[in-house]
Every structure is written in C-alpha cells, then in structure tokens.
C-alpha cells in the first residue's frame, strides 16, 4: 500500500477518537512556550477544525492533488503574517506522531514512517513559503 493510502486509513481512525485533537493541543502546546505563545489568543474549537482540513489537505496532496491549499497556508504561516519559524514544524510533527500513535491502534512503524513521509512532503511545500 503506497504511504498515503496508508495515511488516510491512519486518519479515518484517528479522527474517529473525539479526543485525537484535543490530545494533539494538549502535546504541542506543552512542547515549548513559544508554541503556547503563539496560541495564547486562539479559539481553540475553531482551532481543531482548521487542523483537521489543514491534516487533510496535507494526505490529500500526497495522494496526488495540486498544493494550492497548502501553498495558501505556508503564505498565512509565513514571516509576513503569523511567522510560524520553520523549527516549530518539527515540534508539530513530533506532536502528531506521538498522538496518532495514542488514539490509532493499528499504527505501526510502517504506518508511522508513512506518516512521516507524508508531512514531510506537506510541510516542505508549506515551508517554501516562509
């Protein structure tokens, strides 16, 4: 199975857990002060959705689909506007892949390296923004 196929089984699991965000929130803010910084003003049920699409349109253009989204949120992302420093991507990955390994239980290293393949290619057309 190519990775992201993988990925979006993965997801579908994942977003089945009414709390798979909220633990999400809960490691990333707790990763550094400078992330919490960056939410200290932020709605976070508005938040979590906008995580969700932003997750989607990641697996979405791996799957084949035009970066378009994720060109659009590198530009929001960038230093002109919420300047996210491209270090802070990887505390971000590093808090999905711990959450998806607690609320997905059929991930397996092979289904988290997929995962990691996945972003990776995601944040990198996001980041060309920056």
Known sequence: MKP????????GRCCRSETFFDTFYRIFLASSP??????ANTNMQAQQLLLRQ?????????RGMPDTKLQAL???HSRKAMDIRPELYTLWTDSLLQTIRE???EADTHTI?????????GIAVILKQY
């Open 103 to 105: 609320h997905d239980s």
């Open 54 to 62: 932003g997750i989607m349109n990641i697996v979405l253009y791996a």
């Open 4 to 11: 992201a196929d993988l990925v979006m089984q993965s997801y």
């Open 34 to 39: 400078e992330v919490r910084a960056k939410f």
């Open 113 to 121: 390296n997929a995962w990691f393949e996945v972003i990776n290619k």
């Open 74 to 76: 590198g530009c929001s």
